[in-house]
């Protein structure tokens, strides 16, 4: 009956530390993904805002040339 109960334990934490792990695994995928995905999105604003700044400053060029 111990030995039934050792092993069982046994066979329990090691199912336990393989999702663990595999938990680990995809929660490293997913903040990766989030990390990449926050990057181009404050790439995609800086390079808007950047070319914001262009016209606006086209804008100026224009108003100044006439």
Do not use: P, Y
């Not at 069982?8 to 903040?31: A, C, M, Y």
């Not at 604003?45 to 040339?65: A, I, S, Y």
């Amino acid at each position: 009956m111990a030995d039934q109960r050792k092993d069982f334990l046994s066979e329990v934490i090691s199912l336990s530390e393989s999702q663990i792990k595999l938990s680990n695994t995809k929660l490293h995928k997913h903040n990766t993904a989030i990390q990449d995905t926050m990057r181009s999105m404050a790439n995609n604003l800086e390079n808007m805002l950047f070319g914001l700044g262009l016209d606006e400053d086209q804008k100026k060029v224009d108003d100044t040339c006439r």
